[in-house]
């Protein structure tokens, strides 16, 4: 089957209307990627309807239960989502949205934050290769080694607790570190790990508006920081970033995702389509049994039978 063609189905809706979607956000080679190419309020025109788009939801999330059982069924392949963003953008709720159907075993989420001192001891990948996702199961990384290049880039102050040899940290870290990257990507997409970025792209003015919806409503008082305010006035660096790690970091077997942002519904269904598309294109199958396995189950099923 065509990957995408279940959903699309489910809503009458064609295949390749789901494609034209994704292909509009999906970096495979940064050669002339640019940021300011990509709109964090679009909702691709007018593909779908509101009614549309909640069914969309629904089958995607759906889809995406049973194609998480056959990857776990099968236990040949992982995968691998990575989120990253702004603050306020929505990785929390994206998360919780798109895995909702999925069962909670298949699934490993791991959320990194400031590095501890036992992080800071080893090279920059290694509290991420520890929680990689086994064969068969999703691994859905909330930040990830990206941060390294991020705000470790717009603050380098934050390398000294590094304790890098100064030889070793020169003016091509950055590239360096974009390369280390690239190539662990690759390793692991050699290993069978399918591997998806998501930039949740939201807007200046929308981080803005959710700020002040995190200050004045109280049971959203919690998720805001002192330090998200300190984060917003390096935008533009930020910004700057993320636009030459994407670019530094797409590849086919590792594309990055620019997920329009600012309206959630919209960003939801990207990435649960994508993610959708990624897993179908793999054909997953439940295992075949060897004749012999066959005849054992004809014997165990004899012997329940004869129980009666
Ligand atoms: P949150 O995800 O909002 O709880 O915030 C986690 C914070 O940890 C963010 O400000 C990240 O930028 C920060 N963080 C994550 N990874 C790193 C890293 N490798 N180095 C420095 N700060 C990091
Ligand atoms: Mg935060």
């Known amino acids: 089957m065509h990957p995408l063609a279940d959903v699309a189905e489910s809503l009458n809706l064609p295949r390749r209307q789901l494609r034209r979607m994704l292909d509009g956000c999906r970096i495979t080679d940064g050669k002339n990627f640019a940021l300011k190419d990509h709109d964090p309020a679009d909702t ?36 691998l989502c990575i989120f990253q963003a702004m603050d306020a953008a929505g990785k ?3 998360i919780k949205h798109v895995m909702s159907g999925v069962n909670p075993q298949g699934v490993q989420v791991s959320s990194f934050k400031v590095p501890g001192p036992e992080d800071l001891a080893h090279d920059f990948l290694w509290r991420c290769t520890r929680v990689l996702p086994e064969r068969g199961r999703i691994g859905i990384f909330n930040r990830s080694y990206y941060e390294e290049v991020l705000v470790v880039r717009v603050h380098p102050e934050l390398l000294e607790r590094q304790r890098l040899p100064p030889e070793l940290a020169g003016k ?16 692991l997409a050699r290993q ?16 803005r508006k959710r700020f002040l919806a995190r200050l004045e409503q109280p049971n959203k008082n919690w998720k805001f920081s002192p330090a998200d305010i300190r984060e917003r006035a390096f935008w533009g660096d930020y910004q700057t970033a993320f636009e030459q790690a994407i670019a530094a970091t797409g590849a086919p077997h590792a594309p990055w995702f620019v997920v329009p942002a600012d309206h959630k519904w919209f960003a939801h269904l990207v990435v649960g389509v994508a993610i959708i598309e990624a897993l179908e294109t793999l054909d997953l199958k439940y295992p075949e049994l060897a004749a012999e396995e066959h005849a054992k189950l004809q014997e165990a099923r004899q012997q329940l039978e004869s129980e009666a």
């Open 92 to 94: 929390d709720g994206t």
């Open 172 to 187: 091509k870290l950055w590239d360096h570190r974009l390369e280390a990257i690239a190539d662990f990507e690759g390793y």
């Open 44 to 79: 691709a025109g007018h593909l779908f309807d509101h009614p549309q788009a909640d069914a969309l939801l629904a089958a995607s999330v759906q889809r995406l239960s049973t194609l998480q059982e056959l990857l776990y069924a099968q236990d040949r392949w992982s995968l």
């Open 192 to 207: 069978g790990t399918i591997v998806l970025k998501f930039f949740l792209n939201i807007s200046k003015e929308e981080q």
